[in-house]
């Protein structure tokens, strides 16, 4: 997993590295360094320490990643966090808010619907209080909400 | 005289109603975020700070500021109670902290704890009250040279600190200076990396990736290491009877201890990139060597626990000069302290202390009262910190992602900022689970662009020579230290207990 996620690093270091060339001057019109400057010495010293670990992991191959029996649950709690995110836009936050906060405790706090649904109804509510009230901060409103109130 | 003038300004900005209820908020909001194992107070800060932005500066900074040291005091009930430190600086508070819960004497030192963290914050503070104007006046003759080997020098004593991960974190420094470089060039105006992007000529917003990396990187780590499946059991008992009280001894035998960790953990704080975590470790490092008895040390010493419990907490006022004076973050914490005053439009650097004394010396009039108020808060508020640890992850990480995640929206009210924070916590995750630093990211983020600049106006002065860096007295100065640093910290890796 290592060596993939480096790989992945380098693959965006060489575009990094190939805008910073192409279409950015080393110099200036006035002759001083210019704004390719210092991106080709940072996408060149990506370039290099990824193909170092690389070669490091090669030839001096390190202990694997230790798996874990909860990776289901990060992936479950990071595509509800997705969700949450996208839902933001759509039905809005404090709806959003409600669902996800729900959902993900039913999953981690099976148990408890109860207490669930009272920390749903909680949360945003804090939140409320918090953002909207104290801050004067927005939160989303979501484009069904906002047709809805014309 | 002056000092006292500005001193007493300081205070009477700090001793309003408001700024005092602030702090209050901050110490407590600072002690959980650091009694929380996997959040500290970079996480905090990050996450907290998008909340700040409609108060008064001087309110918000007192906030945030109370936060960022009140951390060290939470963190370190973990480390005793539970082996478990809160935060990266209180690690070395479990060699002897723990094995002294064990021996049954948790009570005296959650309080030998606390005394040393007041005795190392308000040392901390004096020594700012004395050297920030001084170093003020010493910052205005550097030059971009100087500027640049700060910047450069704080990130590799931070990759220095990784041990073996050093190459991860070179590569997680140059992450973060490559999002530095997305946006417009200054000199220039010309657009760099925003491939059409309206979104991306004003570059890459701090705060979603602070939050981001920090914040949801965090939460999806600690998902996978199973946190959320403890019930918080294992926690040592103490009770609140005449054993909970240290004996005379314990004072007498660790007064020097004290002042001789906060000396060492402030004048390592103050070196950009050092950080409470190093002044801790060296800390310890060097008490144990001292010591007549090392051979106590990692069995429940009461000076392994002191000392670097005055150091963390002299090391994170320490940490407030270089940011004060010269607008340089040593580290992830302050350089989200950093981005805060940015964003309010302060520009943290020499004049800061001239042009806004109000703004610095409340700042640093508030970390006297802070300290003291977090002494009574640790001493008699210890239970209700302690149920803190008893709340399950599983129902507080919801609540986390949802204050990530609308805080991050409410600064710009942009989706695709939120967008941004979203996958720089799955960013983040990896970077945790494979060894890499997001603090070196993040760091480098905001240093990034100030390297740039003084790199660029060094090289024009000096017509395109290097030789700049080594014939200017200062900068070779800045070079030899930093190099002795980031040599004894790596021996001081060395030398921790396993």
Redesign the interface.
């Known amino acids: 997993?290592?060596i993939a996620?480096?790989l992945v690093?380098l693959f965006a270091?060489a575009i990094?590295t190939y805008?910073a060339f192409t279409?950015?001057n080393f110099l200036?019109?006035t002759g001083?360094?210019?704004?390719g400057?210092?991106?080709r010495i940072?996408?060149g010293?990506?370039i290099c320490?990824?193909v170092?670990?690389l070669a490091?992991g090669f030839f001096r191959p390190r202990e694997p990643?230790a798996g874990?029996?909860?990776?289901q649950?990060?992936i479950v709690?990071?595509t509800l966090?997705?969700l949450?995110?996208a839902a933001?836009?759509v039905i809005g936050?404090y709806p959003a808010?409600f669902a996800?906060?729900f959902a993900?405790?039913m999953i981690?706090?099976r148990a408890r619907p109860v207490q669930n649904g009272v920390?749903a109804l909680l949360?945003?509510s804090a939140?409320y209080l918090?953002?909207d009230v104290?801050?004067?901060?927005?939160?989303?409103r979501g484009i069904l909400l906002e047709r809805w109130l014309g | 005289m002056e000092l006292f003038d500005n001193l007493l300004l300081g205070m009477s900005v700090a001793l309003t109603p408001t700024n005092l209820l602030f702090l209050m908020i901050g110490a407590i909001v600072g002690m959980i975020v650091g009694i929380i194992p996997g959040f500290g107070p970079s996480a905090g800060l990050a996450i907290l700070l998008p909340i700040t932005f409609g108060m008064d500066p001087i309110s918000a900074v007192v906030m945030l500021a109370a936060i960022y040291y009140a951390a060290m005091y939470g963190g370190t009930i973990t480390s005793i109670l539970l082996n478990t430190p809160g935060e990266s600086s209180t690690v070395a508070s479990t060699f002897d902290g723990y094995p002294l819960a064990t021996q049954g004497r948790a009570g005296p030192a959650l309080v030998m704890q606390a005394v040393a963290s007041f005795v190392g914050g308000t040392v901390g503070v004096i020594l700012i009250t004395l050297l920030a104007p001084l170093f003020s006046q010493l910052a205005r003759s550097f030059g971009p040279p100087e500027y640049f080997l700060f910047a450069i020098a704080g990130l590799l004593l931070l990759i220095v600190m990784l041990g073996e991960n050093r190459i991860l974190g070179v590569i997680s420094a140059l992450i973060g200076f490559s999002l530095g470089t997305v946006g417009v060039d200054l000199e220039t105006g010309m657009q760099r990396f925003t491939f059409g992007s309206a979104e991306l000529i004003g570059g890459i917003e701090f705060i979603p990736i602070a939050i981001g990396l920090f914040g949801l990187g965090e939460i999806f780590y600690s998902f996978f290491q199973g946190i959320h499946r403890s019930e918080s059991g294992g926690i040592v008992q103490y009770q609140r009877e005449k054993r909970f009280w240290p004996e005379a001894r314990d004072f007498i035998d660790t007064r020097i201890t004290m002042v001789r960790g906060s000396l060492v953990g402030f004048t390592i704080g103050v070196l950009p990139g050092a950080g409470a975590t190093i002044a801790s470790l060296v800390s310890y490092t060097i008490e144990k060597s001292s010591s007549r008895t090392p051979e106590k040390f990692g069995k429940g010493a009461m000076a392994g626990l002191v000392a670097p419990e005055a150091a963390n907490n002299a090391a994170s006022a320490g940490a407030m000069v270089p940011l004060l004076t010269l607008g340089i973050p040593g580290s992830a914490s302050t350089a989200v302290l950093l981005a805060a005053f940015l964003l309010w439009g302060l520009r943290p650097g020499p004049l800061l202390m001239t042009q806004n004394p109000e703004f610095a010396w409340g700042l640093i009039a508030s970390m006297y009262l802070g300290n003291a108020a977090l002494l009574a808060l640790n001493i008699f508020a210890i239970p209700l910190f302690v149920r803190m640890i008893q709340i399950p992850y599983r129902l507080l990480a919801p609540a986390v992602i949802v204050v990530c995640t609308i805080g991050t929206f409410s600064v710009h009210s942009s989706m695709i900022e939120t967008a941004l924070m979203l996958v720089a916590g799955v960013v983040g995750f990896f970077m945790k689970l494979l060894g890499f630093s997001p603090a070196a990211t993040v760091l480098a983020l905001v240093l990034g662009p100030l390297a740039e600049e003084t790199l660029r106006q060094s090289l024009t002065i000096s017509r395109g020579s290097f030789a700049i860096f080594i014939e200017r007295p200062a900068s070779l100065t800045i070079i030899i230290v930093a190099l002795a640093i980031m040599m004894l910290a790596s021996l001081t890796r060395r030398s921790r207990p396993s």
Do not use: K, Q
């Open positions: 997993m290592r996620f480096t690093i270091s990094y805008a279409d950015l200036s019109s001083r360094l210019g704004p400057f210092f991106p940072i996408g010293g990506l320490v990824c170092l670990d490091i990643v874990s029996e909860h990776t649950t990060v709690v990071a966090s997705a949450f995110v933001l836009g936050g808010m996800f906060i993900i405790l981690l706090n920390i949360l945003p939140i918090l953002f104290w801050l004067n901060a927005s939160v989303p």
